[in-house]
């Protein structure tokens, strides 16, 4: 592939049409010297390339591609269609969206786009088939970038337009009314249909009467394969004009962020690549980076994959928006390589005056270059240069957690036992306790095969389809081990729950079954006879062939079992019945991990980061240091790094980074 190059990527977002021509030598020179192999240009450019409805102007961007190429940096080309210019929905204002209220929103920001409307789609086809056209053999072009971040201010619309395609949808999913009445259950509230033209989207309903919850899941479903079908026709253009170029579009994977499901999505994709931004008021949130990358890599299906943005340093959306500490940046970034990224860029090139995002960080900053930050990414750009021998490597794990966005949006619709139940808290939980003890994990969608795996994860696998059992099921029999925890498996695909006791799909492979669910109150926490603690949740569970091995000691259901181990064939089922604390989720995963004859990438301590990725006989262990005292690895060849050789340990400063490839001392 053109963007495939034997290198690790560095660059960003490049916007030089928010800047006066003269800037744009300087953004050139300095883009070099921080060794910039990747420049993102013309994401936000509708307005600029295409002035009026019959007026191009391609002078500038050609002048900007020919100097990147001049200049050895290569362009990931935005299709430009990620917010249309104000004359489109001046002319077009059903082009706008409509929220739930009925509301049409306003242009003025971006994303203001009905994904339905002809003027949207047809303006932006006419647009991609231009800058097809004209620079599908341009020598800067490495890959095209089709909108930008899907979703993110306009997930679903609730036009009249819309609620067409969703019938059309609808009709596809379930064959007619009739399908469509079993499916949501509208025997409930009156809500029966006669005729598909009485089925609108989710729109705002009475207070307190939620609309039907698989009107409003369908309605996710319908919306993101909406948005997808957006996406592909774009690419299907450039498929045609220019073969060979790889198309891709950021994702944002985070534990913040469900509103398109992904593992469709990610088979549209010739690239995938990931925005990933901190959540600076979370001090675990480097943990949560390091699931979101492990995560884009299971869509990536092993890799390679691209960091397409996060922030040099600061972002400013979130309340308070600390800067990157010395070092951060460049842990940031080998963490997300570390992971198996191949490239990492950030948002944006040259920090903006103007604009809602003028206090965002960029590589090149308001105070210039005689700035830390400066420094930083000219080191970063000359490390990643040297570690390109990494480029296309893999990383090993047999450890998969199952991640669904679908059961994230079942888990998180209205009237549930407890609103304390959130999708991404046990996940985060479990990748944090296997993070902390070094082992390596996948992350697979439901139903995905688990050949080679020794240990699955399952958490809170609320919606599953009939599928996910028996693939589970034959993985145990067969000697796998498996860990879910409470809240999956009770719905099927339409949201209807699984009865004969919780957890309905997978009870017989846990050999457990809970009468009634028993969520705790807010602040409540219960106490476990291992002597840890839970809160959020507890349940009546009756064993049916698991053994308990952590009881309640007081709380609604005092002496029934927590946590359940179940011998299963060859293999065994764990279940853990309650938000167990840190600690108990720590030393649950840990025998877990040894039963399951799971090994670490290398020994290490908590808050210290070791992965490994792999080509053929080649190795590079990643050790990246989060916390505040020097850690010691054990491991032998060289720090790319420091480029100093490595026998038999490696000692990385606080907040440090090694990269050692292993093997004999250099
Ligand atoms: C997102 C967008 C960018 C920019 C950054 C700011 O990632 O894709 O255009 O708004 O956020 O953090
Ligand atoms: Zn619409």
Known sequence: ???????????????????????????????????VTLATVGVFSWAHLQPAPDRYEFGWL???????????????????????????????????????EGHRRWPGARQAYCPSSAAWRDGALALVERLGTRYAGHPALRMWHVGNEYGCHTSRCYCDTCAAGFRDWLVRRHGDVDGVNRAWGTAFWSQRYSALDEILPPRLTPDGAWANPTQQLDYRRFASDLLLEEFVAERDVLHRLSPGVPVTTNFMVMTRFNQLDYWAWARELDVVSTDYYPDFADPLTHVEAAFCADMTRGLADGGPWLLMETSPSAVNWQPRNPAKRPGQLRRDALQQVAHGADGFNVF?????????????????????????????????????????????????????????????WGCELDSHPSVDVAYPDRARAFHRALWDLGVAVDVVAPGASLDGYDLVVVPTLYLVDDSVAPVLDAFVRGGGHVVVTYFSGIVDADDHIRTGGYPGAFRELLGVLVEEFAPLLAGERVMLDDGGSADVWTEDLRLAGAEPVVRYVDGPVPGRPAVTRHALGDGVAWYVATRTDVATTARLVARMVEEAGVRPVAASSPGVEVQRRRAGAASWLFVLNHTDAAATVATTGTDIVSGVPVSGSVTVPAGGVAVVREGGPA
């Open 62 to 100: 050609d002048e900007v591609l020919d100097g990147l190429a001049g200049a050895g940096i290569g362009v990931d080309l935005a299709t430009a269609t990620a917010s249309p210019p104000p004359w489109l929905t001046t002319a077009h204002p059903e082009a706008l969206p409509v929220d739930r």
């Open 348 to 408: 944006q090139v040259r920090a903006s005056v103007a604009g809602a995002e003028k206090f965002h960080s960029g590589l090149i900053p308001h105070a210039g270059t005689d700035t830390r930050l400066w420094r930083e990414v000219v080191e970063l750009g000359d490390l990643l240069d040297r570690l390109g021998e990494v480029a296309g490597s893999r990383v090993e794990s047999s450890v998969a957690l199952v991640w669904d966005w679908q059961a994230w």
């Open 1 to 35: 592939m053109a963007w495939d190059s034997g290198r690790l990527h560095f660059g960003g977002d490049y916007n030089p049409d928010q800047w006066p021509r003269d800037v744009w030598a300087e953004d050139r020179r300095l883009m070099h010297d921080a060794g």
